[in-house]
């Protein structure tokens, strides 16, 4: 068995068993990964390697950004173009259709990030980031003294481009995703090993921030990369692999991955396939559920 099953309802959503299929390996260690349902193809970060690859079924493993500024967390804006974020250059950018690049935020305050993480894409265009310290430590990042005193997570404005700060009361605040109506927006904390959820206002603002989760169990890893499945389920890493809950909190069970699993998404035609960076690999299983149209 692949999988640790707590709650039935665990069949229903991933299935009996969840076998692994390792794509590649070779790697340091992996993050990021985001799928292209245009291309067909899976873009993922090597942080330490300081590169950004893609892979495909016909193609394999290829280098898409090399150096990469140590890119993490990715996401496809509402016209397919690829929003970075930057552990050594401390920042998020954007890629253009004709292969520039825009960096879309620096510093606030003043001050420049710490270094973001991971990002998400609110259907009205609006950009939300997490921005723990995790890119000035060695091997992840490039080693420097923090201007910020606190961990946040912020929105970049669809319209004016202007960066506000929606939480800072992390202490290191990693994955994030929206609820289905994007009412909420659950954000894990990787030191704290829980997952939060907060209450969206209409004009991006975010209030409330109990704690809904505490992903627990046997063997490595901890609360990172973090997604929705079409029917609400919440999927996020930690011990031992990919923990699954209901969206009223039930802890399902969990996808067992034999390396640390820092990030995963859902890819393929159905959306059924979904893809796992784990330290040195790459691997994928099946599931019942598909995830949704963007994961």
Known sequence: MSVEIRDDQFRQVVGDDAPLEQVATGF???????????????????????????????????????????????YFDLEGRLISCSHSASNVTREEHDGSITVLATHYGGKELNSPNDVIVKSDGAIYFSDPTYGRMDVFGLPREQDMDYQG?????????ELSLLADDFDQPNGLTFSLDENQLFINDT????????????????????????????????????KLDSEGNLYCTGPGGIHVYAPDATALGVIQVPEVTANFTWGDDDLKTIYMTASTSLYRTRVNVPGPSIS
């Open 191 to 226: 030191d704290k090993g829980h997952i939060r959820v907060f209450d969206v206002a209409d004009d991006g603002s975010l209030s409330g921030g109990d704690i809904w989760a505490v992903p627990e169990g046997a063997g490595e890893g901890g609360c990172d990369g973090m």
């Open 153 to 161: 997570v912020y929105r970049i404005d669809p319209v004016s481009g």
């Open 28 to 74: 340091i260690f992996t993050e990021g990964a985001m799928w292209n349902a245009k291309t067909k193809e899976l873009v993922f970060s090597d942080m330490p390697g300081d590169i950004v690859r893609k892979w495909s079924e016909a193609d394999g493993v290829t280098a898409f950004r090399q150096p990469s500024d140590k890119q993490n967390g990715h």
